[in-house]
Structure formats: structure tokens, C-alpha cells
């Protein structure tokens, strides 16, 4: 009987001195304490990261006589950038892999003793993307995919142009790698182009009111139905991602800019200051370019460092192998630029609208059949289709003795927010409503300045720095024919006193009459003591424009 349990016993001895050897060459023979590796990557990489890690985990690299162990953890790189240029958390990390040098550059720029890269670890190029089933009806009305394409059709100054048939959705530059390329490549694009100031100002403006902050969002969004061809921005490696999470019953198809694009390139940045520690992420960097790791990384869709793509993306519809144009990186200040730009243009809105309502706006305009009131009250309703809900805004109406003697204005609606309640109806509805049945006052005149120093002390008294300051004013003419008043010199020499740089509220008039040009001196007076400006309309469909051009202006202020 003892013969057979002896048997089993020394059968069961050999089976772990297997396993323990097993083990131990599995681990290449390390032993020892750890010393562990903490990696913070970009949520699309990081899968991928974690597979390569756990192979080189089970490899068992000895580091200094300890054992390497490499922890892969995610978190979105925007969050990861504003920890460590000290607008944020930072992350407890030893080594980091964001979406792009993008972000990098930015904690540079702000952080100068920040780590730089030390290589790439794979490569992903920022493309357009559409659902399968609507890329025959986008190419009719877009043409073939193009910055400058994406230009065109988010310009807000040109109504009539392929926006009207295209809905562009952006990813929020300030949150995505993507989306900060694609308005870079855009910008880029069309500079080199010779595009005017206004036209990527009214593209800024158009997409700060279409984008979409999650890119699997984005892109399950290009499927819905509309008035409208929806184009997307993504990475290709996040359509590829999508279409192979989601199984979409019409797969997504990503888009290749003819003008080439820019890559996002998941650079390795060390942060770590332990010397071990630091050998670790040195190792497994060496590992990542290994090729069973490229081909890892290959299988999860995305491009080795040098544009090379697997059979992931090449077995795919609408892929393509070979790797598209890279646009060449802008520098730090370029970079930075943009993002202070959209920032900027991305700022809310609080525009005190000053209408004229003087005798001579009863005046008929010769050719039009409409009267200098209705022509006004036109390019008010206009401009206003250009701010999004989220502005506040209000109206006075200006002419003399509107409220008891010697008040030259009436506030007809307070300044506030475009979507509260007043009087019953949202503030947006309350202020077209105005401006659509406003009469000119047939025995009043022109009140302008003192009406101009009432509001412009009323929104510096009430100035909000989160928003863009402004006094628009819409009139046939910048005079002022109120002699109680104060005087035209008085006016300017007033502004140029109460104008404060820390608190900029700027000046932009807008006039239109056939007698406008007799008063641009003045106006321009009054635009110049606050850093505005100041316009001569000779048709309404150049409203855009001037309002376009007096959004751009918020990327100097207060020093245009």
C-alpha cells in the first residue's frame, strides 16, 4: 500500500520542480524584489500598451537585481498635460505616453524644465471620417476630402457655400490631440492659400458650435440622418476602433485630406527621477520597438513610428496601406498661438446692441425699397444669428428725449443671457421681436454720445471677465446732433479716459445710409479710444463680414 502513495508523492515532487523551472525560465531567471514601472497612456493606446507589458512582465527582466514590472494605466492626455504644467492634478506616474507631441509642446511652453520626448512609440494620421452609406452624397457637395474643403464649409461668412448641404463635427481642440490638429492643418491649409482673416475666423466660429468632445460620440454620429451631410474629425486608428468595438451596422469610413495631414505620434516621456525606476522605463521603451510589439500595436490598428500599417488597417474598406502625407509639425509658438485662439474665440459673448432711432432713419435707401430703419434692423437680426445661446446680450434704442427730457436713450431689453425669460419670451425671441417692429422717431435726433456714455459706463460697471465686452452701435451716420449733449471732442477724450485694458469693453459701429461716409472720421474716432472699429455697410450681405471682423479682433484684445 505504501509502495503506490510513495509513487504519487515523488510523481507530485517532480511535477512542481517542473513548474518551478517552467516558471523560472518564464521569467528569465529573475528574482528578487520588484521595482515597478507606472505607464500613463493614452486611453486608445493603452490596450494595446498593457498587452505589450504583460508579455515583458512574464519575461522577467532583472533590473539592478530586482525584478521589472510594468503597470499600464489610462488617462485622457489633455487631463495629463494640465497636471504637469501646473494647471491641474498631476498623475502618479513614471513614465508617460500621451496621443501626441502636441501636448508636450504645450507643457514646454509653460513648464521649461518639463521632460522631452525620448521616441515614438506608434503613429496615427488625423483624418476626416464618414459613414459608409453618405460618402457618395458628401463627395457631391464637399468634393474630394480637404483642409481647404473643411474651410469652405464651415465659413460663416459664406452662406451660400457647401455648409449649407455639410455639417462639419470637430473634436474640442483644447481636449484632443485630433482636434487640435485638424484646425492646425486647416489654418495652415489656408494661410499658405492666401485665405483672408475672416474666413478661418467664421471656420473657428462655425466648428467652437459643432464640436463634440468624445471621439467614439462623434463618430457614432456620423450614421443620423439630417438635412445635412454629417463629416466627422478622428484619428484613423479611432475609426478603425470603432468600427470593430461598435460593429456599426454601416461602418465608418475614415477620409484622406488631398493637402496631407498631421500625425498624432505617442511620444515617450520619461518623468520618473528614481534611477531603477528610470532603467525600467528605458527597458521596456527598447521594448516597445521590438517587433512583436509593433505588431501589437499593428493589430490594434494603429501605424508603426515610420507610417507602416498592419492587416488591420489594410484588410479594412476604405483604409489605405500606404500612409498619407505628413504636413510638416509647427513649432511651440504656432502651436501655442492656436490654442490661445480658440481659447479666445471660444470665450462667451456680452454685446450691448445701441440702435438709432432718429428722424433720418425713416428715410427711404434708393434701390432698396427698404427705409434706413428696416435696412438697420436687418443687420441687426443677422448679426445676431452669428452668437451662439450661450451670449448675453441686450438692446437700448437712441435718438433724444426717450425717456423725459434730455434722456437720449430707452433700454429696451437688459443685457443678459440670450436664453433667459423676460416678459414671457426668451431674451433671443424678445430682441428680434424689437428690432422687428422698432419705428424711428419721425421729430427726434441723433443723441448718440450721451447715449454712448451711459452704456459704456453701465458695461464697465457690470464688466464680466469670462466673456467678450462689446457696444455695437447701428446707425446711418456717427453724428451727433444733440447740442446739450456732450460734444463730439468730449466723447472721444471720455472714452480714451474710461478705457481699461484690464477691462476691455471695445466699440464696434456699424453704419449704413447713402450719408454714412460724412460721419467715418468720427466713427473711426470712437472705434480707435477703445480698440474697436468701425464699418460703412453698402449692402446688407456684408454683415457677416463686419461681424466676423469684429470677432477676430477678440483674438488681440485689448491690444488691436
Known sequence: MLVPLAGSVAFAVLLGVAAFVIIDRDRGGCSGDEVTLRVNASPDIQPALAQIADRFNKAGHEIGGACANVKVSKAASATVAAGLSGGGKASAMDLWIPDSSLWVSGVRAKNPSAPKPSGSVAQSPVVMAASGSMVSNLKKSFGEASWSGMINATNAANVDGPGRKV??????????????????????????????????????????????????????????????????ISSEQGVWAFNNAKKPEVPAVPLYPAEGTFNLDYPIVVTTTDDGVREVAEEFAKELGTAAARKTLQDHGFRTPDGKGGTAISESGGFQAKAPQALEMPDAKTVARMSQ????????????????????????????????????????????????????????????????????????????PLTETVDGALRRDLINQKLATVQAKATGDTGLNDTLAAAYKMMKDSYKSDKINTILILTDGAGNDDPPGMSDQEIVKFLKKEFDPEKPVSIILIAYSPDATKGKRQMDALAKATNGDAYIAREVLQIRKFFLDGMARRLCSPNC
Open 167 to 232: 455639417r462639419v463635427l470637430a473634436l474640442d481642440p483644447s481636449l484632443n490631440a485630433a482636434g487640435l490638429g485638424a484646425l492646425l492643418a486647416a489654418s495652415g491649409v489656408a494661410t499658405a492659400a492666401g485665405v483672408g482673416q475672416e474666413q478661418l475666423v467664421g471656420a473657428m466660429k462655425t466648428l467652437s458650435g459643432s464640436t463634440v468632445k468624445d471621439q467614439q460620440a462623434l463618430l457614432a454620429s456620423l450614421g443620423v440622418k439630417g438635412r445635412r451631410v454629417p463629416l466627422g
Open 341 to 416: 485662439s480658440w481659447s479666445r474665440m471660444n470665450l462667451g459673448t456680452r454685446l450691448l446692441t445701441l440702435l438709432d432711432i432718429s428722424g433720418t432713419m425713416a428715410q427711404p435707401i434708393p434701390g432698396t425699397g427698404l427705409t434706413r430703419m428696416q435696412a438697420i434692423s436687418r443687420i441687426a437680426t443677422e448679426g445676431m444669428k452669428l452668437f451662439p445661446a450661450n451670449s448675453e446680450m441686450g438692446l437700448w434704442e437712441f435718438s433724444t428725449h426717450l425717456d423725459g427730457q434730455d434722456v437720449d436713450y430707452r433700454e429696451t431689453v437688459s443685457v443678459g
